[in-house]
């Protein structure tokens, strides 16, 4: 048995769910079975990003880190099943309790240093604790959709405005109101995250500010935004990396403290640029980013090759087998 658990929805973000979704499709494809998914989340989030034909689906009335969901999710568990949990909520004792009856990997982000047996973390700074975690860029879990070679930077830039899935303090719309002045004469779509708290707030701040903006409500994924737009305003979750794979030039402003390793990463090998922490940045910092990129193609171009070499192609096959791999030999 596959099993997978992982939480979505306005608290917790949605990066989580899609990179699960995206490795438990590979597991379902190169085994020609389905991976059991135990979420708490709406049925609108698990509609959109979890296809039935892959998945059986149980969803979860307890979030994980809970002494709740300890006592609900050990009902679904079975000897020596591979367990895969993606959450920044788990607790130690819920690792602990899992491996005693699991095969268990953790996707992990390095947000909170939890021991886990094996991890899969292919942030820029992950490091390898033992011979069997998965690291590095090599086994990224984005969409191969995202790596559609495209002819980019022809003709005015395309810019695509995008704070996750959740965007928590509306980040959306104060970028906006504050970049419109450098934004209004071009091309620009402004997607709305499904978890987003406020999107009337956004649309009206659309329409009063840049009207002429394309609004994307709860898109299913990014992809078809990513590979049309040449010009990205990002958050440092899922949606960074997704963009480089599509070969964008991205600004990064941390939503959460824990994106800004993420970001700053990024931003020391040429590969975006980060403007900080969003408490920190102005409209001045804003427009000026905006105005140096659009009016250099060759440091705009420079950024985004640099952006797609980080990820030349998908991962998550590879990630897949691998995880397969160590699974069957521990079963043997």
């Known amino acids: 048995m596959i099993l997978f658990r992982c939480d979505a929805g306005p608290e917790v973000g949605l990066g989580h769910l899609i990179r699960s979704s ?9 085994t020609n079975k389905k991976i059991t998914f135990v979420i708490n989340s709406s049925e609108k989030i698990i509609s959109k990003y979890l296809d039935r034909n892959y998945f059986n689906i149980i969803q979860s009335y307890t979030k994980i880190g809970t002494d709740d969901d300890f006592k609900f999710f050990k009902n679904y568990m079975q000897d020596d099943c591979l367990l895969i949990v993606d959450s920044r909520f788990v607790r130690q004792k819920d690792i602990n309790y899992w491996s005693s009856y699991s095969y268990l990997i953790g996707i992990n982000d390095g947000i909170n240093k939890l021991s886990w047996p094996i991890i899969l973390d292919y942030n820029l700074d992950a490091k390898k604790r033992n011979s069997y975690d998965l690291i590095g860029p090599k086994y990224n879990l984005i969409n191969s959709n995202f790596f559609y070679e495209i002819e980019k930077n022809q003709g005015l830039p395309r810019v695509l405005i995008t704070m996750g899935g959740e965007d928590p303090e509306n980040l959306t719309s104060w970028i906006i109101k504050n970049g419109a002045k450098a934004l209004e004469k071009f091309d620009v779509r402004v997607i709305i995250g499904a978890a987003h708290p406020d999107s009337q ?17 709860s898109p299913p994924n990014l992809v078809d935004h990513a590979i049309w737009s040449n010009f990205a305003i990002t958050a440092g979750g899922m949606s960074a990396y997704e963009l480089a794979a599509s070969g964008n030039t991205l600004i990064g402003i941390a939503l959460e403290k824990h994106q800004v390793p ?8 040429g590969a975006l640029d980060y403007l900080g922490e969003y408490r920190d940045i102005t409209e001045a910092k804003l427009i000026t980013c905006l105005g140096k990129l659009f009016d250099d193609s060759v440091k705009a171009d ?5 952006a797609k070499k980080i990820f030349p192609s998908s991962g998550s096959h590879l990630a897949a087998a691998r995880i397969l791999d160590l699974w069957r030999h521990k079963l043997v």
């Open 22 to 30: 995206v490795l438990g499709v590979e597991l379902s494809k190169i």
């Open 201 to 217: 707030t956004v649309k009206s701040d659309i329409s009063k500010y840049l009207p002429k903006a394309d609004i994307i409500d």
């Open 262 to 269: 993420l970001l700053k990463s990024m931003d020391e090998i």
């Open 302 to 306: 420079k950024l985004r090759n640099s």
